[in-house]
């Protein structure tokens, strides 16, 4: 059974750097989607990030591009969440997702179907 468990999130002021991780256990996560979401108070979970583990190929919402960066350790069955230069707008729980079938978009949540629990990403002004 595929279970994902992230860790990393807290609190930081504006600007400063988070790196979420998510451990994967129960899958070879050498040829995956996987991804990361939030979900803020009061709205939807969105995508944010994935990767396909395969290739290295990379998508990004716009509202992060250039600031948080995705990347993979297949030895660790780990993925991570770079984020940099954080906003209070970034102020979310963020879940880990992961996919071992072809997927349209990796960045759509109905695309995965393994989920983490969450980790709280808290940033203040």
């Known amino acids: 059974q595929v279970q994902l468990v992230e860790s990393g999130g807290g609190s930081v002021q504006a600007g400063g750097s988070l790196r979420l991780s998510c451990a994967v256990s129960g899958y070879t996560t050498s040829s995956m989607y996987m991804g990361w979401f939030r979900q803020a108070p009061g709205k939807g979970r969105e995508g944010v990030a994935c990767?396909?583990?395969?290739?290295?190929?990379?998508r990004y919402a716009e509202s992060v591009n250039g600031r948080f960066t995705i990347s993979q350790d297949n030895a660790k069955s780990t993925l991570y969440l770079q984020m940099n230069s954080l906003k209070p707008e970034d102020t979310a729980t963020y879940y880990c997702a992961a996919s071992g079938s072809w997927v349209v978009s990796c960045l759509s949540e109905s695309q995965m179907s393994h989920w983490g629990k969450g980790t709280l990403v808290t940033i203040s002004s």
């Open positions: 990767i396909y583990t395969g290739s290295g190929m990379t």
